[in-house]
């Protein structure tokens, strides 16, 4: 039987392709810890996850002080077990994003690892719902882009065969939002979905009149439009409007997702397996959605989320926002505005390893041993 008998840690800083800003931030910096677990067989896994500019020095030092070590010896195949003892040896100061980033970067290391061996793509091993999904892209629709781009991008996005585009709403009064959106739908027309995302920005009086008035407009969703921890607020704002209401990018435990899918206050999952805990969590939360009728369109890392969604039966969207470019050969396969799933056993990410260590942080580089 394996065991694992290496862990090497690295984190690289990669700028964002675009400037990206919503209604409360701006995203500069993804800090990207990645992890690659070598077993006695010499088979290797390699998983990652990200911050959006903060908190990657603290992920590493939780990584390679308290989590890695942890890993050394263990049954690189007990995955649950595994995952449950990083959560409890770090109960005291869990549930929250430091502790949640650091665990997923093991745990999708451990699923490539296990994959590898099996000779198998994670969306096969993970359940093999499909072997593509459509995508829609978010890069053109940022807050402070002028009403005009925003228009030219998503005709672009429609050319190519993407089946929506997601546009930034937080403006100072409905009646901005208002307005770019119209001339979004206007050019579009109505066989086209149009995303939004309000990143918490609003409360929930606020929200409840932005959405009666962008009704009109028939949106695929609103995201994140309340604080991630209002659940109440949820619910008075899903039923106050027919639009769906979207959350989970920053929900950090199964059991957030339980509340929320329990008390009606969201009709569309975005779990994130960067910001959930890893791929274990991911699965666990998808099959939840799917008795309860909702789907999952899983938030950012593209290249990870594509097996993800194409493994389950409720895997609506892949969210098209290109940042491993930097650091892999192969990109991601997209026919048609469709995203294929990976033919490669494991997590199907190409690492450009040259690259990846040229990027590395130093002080953050190091591999722990038997």
Same mark, same amino acid.
């Given at each position: 039987? =394996? !065991?694992?008998?290496?862990?090497?840690? !690295?984190?690289?800083?990669?700028?964002?392709?675009?400037?990206?800003? &919503?209604?409360?931030?701006?995203?500069?910096?993804?800090?990207?810890?990645?992890?690659?677990?070598? &077993?006695?067989?010499?088979?290797?896994?390699?998983?990652?996850?990200?911050?959006?500019?903060?908190?990657?020095?603290?992920?590493?030092?939780?990584?390679?002080?308290?989590?890695?070590?942890?890993?050394?010896?263990? &049954?690189?195949?007990?995955?649950?077990?595994?995952?449950?003892?990083? @959560?409890?040896? *770090?109960?005291?100061? *869990?549930?929250?994003?430091?502790?949640?980033?650091?665990?997923?970067?093991?745990?999708?290391?451990?699923?490539?690892?296990? =994959?590898?061996?099996?000779?198998?793509?994670?969306?096969?091993?993970?359940?093999?719902?499909?072997?593509?999904?459509?995508? $829609?892209?978010? @890069?053109?629709?940022?807050?402070?882009?002028?009403?005009?781009?925003?228009?030219?991008?998503?005709?672009?996005?429609?050319?190519?065969?993407?089946?929506?585009?997601?546009?930034?709403?937080?403006?100072?009064?409905?009646?901005?939002?208002?307005?770019?959106?119209?001339?979004?739908?206007?050019?579009?027309?109505?066989? $086209?979905?149009?995303?939004?995302?309000?990143?918490?920005?609003?409360?929930?009086?606020?929200?409840?009149? !932005?959405?009666?008035?962008?009704?009109?407009?028939?949106?695929?969703?609103? @995201?994140?439009?309340?604080?991630?921890?209002?659940?109440?607020?949820?619910?008075?704002?899903?039923?106050?409007?027919?639009?769906?209401?979207?959350?989970?990018?920053?929900? $950090?435990?199964?059991?957030?997702?339980? @509340?929320?899918?329990?008390?009606?206050?969201?009709?569309?999952?975005?779990?994130?397996?960067?910001?959930?805990?890893?791929? *274990?969590?991911?699965?666990?939360?998808?099959?939840?959605?799917?008795?309860?009728?909702?789907?999952?369109?899983?938030?950012?890392?593209?290249?990870?989320?594509?097996?993800?969604?194409?493994?389950?039966?409720?895997? !609506?969207?892949?969210? $098209?926002?290109?940042?491993?470019?930097?650091?892999?050969?192969?990109?991601?396969?997209?026919?048609?505005?469709?995203?294929?799933?990976?033919?490669?056993?494991?997590?199907?990410?190409?690492?450009?390893?040259?690259?990846?260590?040229?990027?590395?942080?130093?002080?953050?580089?190091?591999?722990? *041993?038997?």
């Amino acid at each position: 039987m =394996a !065991r694992i008998e290496k862990v090497e840690l !690295r984190m690289v800083d990669l700028v964002p392709k675009v400037k990206r800003t &919503d209604a409360i931030q701006s995203f500069v910096s993804q800090e990207t810890p990645i992890v690659t677990i070598t &077993d006695s067989d010499g088979a290797v896994g390699t998983g990652y996850s990200y911050t959006i500019g903060t908190g990657g020095s603290s992920v590493m030092r939780l990584l390679s002080d308290h989590l890695a070590p942890r890993l050394i010896g263990r &049954d690189p195949d007990m995955i649950e077990a595994i995952w449950h003892d990083l @959560e409890f040896a *770090t109960h005291a100061t *869990t549930i929250g994003a430091i502790t949640a980033i650091a665990i997923a970067a093991i745990d999708t290391a451990l699923w490539d690892l296990r =994959a590898k061996k099996q000779k198998l793509p994670l969306w096969k091993l993970a359940g093999g719902a499909k072997d593509r999904c459509p995508l $829609y892209t978010t @890069e053109g629709g940022w807050l402070h882009i002028e009403t005009q781009a925003l228009v030219d991008d998503a005709l672009a996005a429609k050319a190519k065969g993407f089946r929506g585009s997601k546009v930034k709403i937080g403006k100072p009064h409905g009646s901005e939002d208002l307005a770019r959106l119209s001339a979004v739908r206007k050019a579009v027309g109505d066989g $086209y979905e149009i995303m939004t995302d309000a990143n918490q920005g609003f409360s929930v009086d606020e929200a409840i009149r !932005r959405a009666a008035r962008l009704r009109e407009l028939d949106l695929a969703w609103i @995201e994140e439009p309340l604080p991630a921890d209002d659940i109440d607020g949820h619910v008075r704002l899903s039923n106050s409007t027919p639009t769906p209401i979207a959350i989970g990018e920053s929900l $950090y435990s199964i059991r957030h997702f339980r @509340e929320y899918m329990q008390k009606g206050a969201c009709s569309i999952v975005q779990v994130d397996v960067g910001r959930i805990g890893g791929i *274990t969590p991911w699965l666990k939360i998808a099959h939840a959605a799917e008795a309860f009728d909702i789907p999952v369109c899983p938030h950012f890392l593209m290249e990870l989320h594509v097996s993800l969604t194409c493994a389950v039966q409720n895997g !609506r969207y892949v969210e $098209y926002i290109p940042q491993l470019d930097q650091l892999t050969g192969k990109h991601m396969r997209i026919e048609d505005g469709q995203a294929l799933a990976p033919d490669e056993p494991g997590i199907g990410i190409d690492w450009d390893w040259d690259a990846v260590k040229a990027m590395s942080i130093a002080e953050f580089t190091t591999a722990i *041993t038997r």
